[in-house]
T-cell receptor, first 112, second 113 residues
C-alpha cells in the first residue's frame, strides 16, 4: 500500500530535549516536505526536499533541521524544542511540485 | 511574499444545497493552485489542482474550481453537498519561481441535515 508514515504519532516532551520525528514514504517520490498545522494559521511549510541531499527552507524553518540521506526518509529534527513548537506536524511526499502531495497521518507534539 | 486568503473560516450549508468556498492569492508570477480536504483526525487529500490550460478544473467527489487570473482567485464549488462533505478545506499555492507551498488558513464546511 502506497503510504507516508510518521513516528511517533504523539509526543510530549520538555523544553530543550532534542527529538526527531521520522517520515518515510514507499512511493519513490522525489519531493518531500514538512508542515506544521496550528489553529487559525492553516498549514505552514517548514522545510522541503527536491531529492537526496537537496533540502531548502520553507516559510517557518527556525528551530528545525532536516536531512535527506535516502530518498524514502526525511526526518525532522528539533535540536532544542520550545513551547512555541507545540503543534501538529505533517510530512508529505510527491513526484514533484505539480503533483498531488500524499500526507502522513500527523504527529502531535507538545513541548512543556 | 506570497499569501493565500480563504475568506470564510466557517461555512454552514444545508444538505443538497450548493456551496462555494473562496480562495484568493497574491503573486506576481504564475502559480500552481490546489484544493485539499482534511477529514477529522486525518491528513490532507487532494481534491483538484490547476497547473495550466482550461481554467475550469474538475476534481473528485463532484467538486470543481475555476481559476481567474485577473482576480487571482481559485474558488471551489459543488452544486449539491452531502453530509460526508463536512470537513476542513485548504487552498494552496505554489509559485512557479520556486518549490515552496503556501496554504490558506482553511475553511470549515459543515453540512446540516
Amino acid at each position: 500500500e502506497a503510504q507516508v508514515t510518521q513516528n511517533p504519532r504523539y509526543l510530549i516532551t520538555v523544553t530543550g530535549k532534542k527529538l526527531t520525528v521520522t517520515c518515510s514514504q514507499n512511493m519513490n517520490h522525489e519531493y518531500m516536505s514538512w508542515y506544521r498545522q496550528d489553529p487559525g494559521l492553516g498549514l505552514r511549510q517548514i522545510y522541503y526536499s527536491m531529492n537526496v541531499e537537496v533540502t531548502d527552507k520553507g516559510d517557518v524553518p527556525e528551530g528545525y533541521k532536516v536531512s535527506r540521506k535516502e530518498k524514502r526518509n526525511f526526518p525532522l529534527i528539533l535540536e532544542s524544542p520550545s513551547p512555541n513548537q507545540t503543534s501538529l506536524y505533517f510530512c508529505a511526499s510527491s513526484w514533484d511540485r505539480g503533483h498531488e502531495q500524499f500526507f502522513g497521518p500527523g504527529t502531535r507534539l507538545t513541548v512543556l | 511574499a506570497q499569501s493565500v486568503t480563504q475568506l470564510d473560516s466557517q461555512v454552514p450549508v444545508f444538505e443538497e444545497a450548493p456551496v462555494e468556498l473562496r480562495c484568493n492569492y497574491s503573486s506576481s508570477v504564475s502559480v500552481y493552485l490546489f484544493w485539499y480536504v482534511q477529514y477529522p483526525n486525518q491528513g490532507l487529500q487532494l481534491l483538484l489542482k490547476y497547473l495550466s490550460g482550461s481554467t475550469l478544473v474538475k476534481g473528485i467527489n463532484g467538486f470543481e474550481a475555476e481559476f481567474n487570473k485577473s482576480q487571482t482567485s481559485f474558488h471551489l464549488r459543488k452544486p449539491s453537498v452531502h453530509i460526508s462533505d463536512t470537513a476542513e478545506y485548504f487552498c494552496a499555492v505554489s509559485p512557479n519561481t520556486g518549490n515552496q507551498f503556501y496554504f490558506g488558513t482553511g475553511t470549515s464546511l459543515t453540512v446540516i441535515p
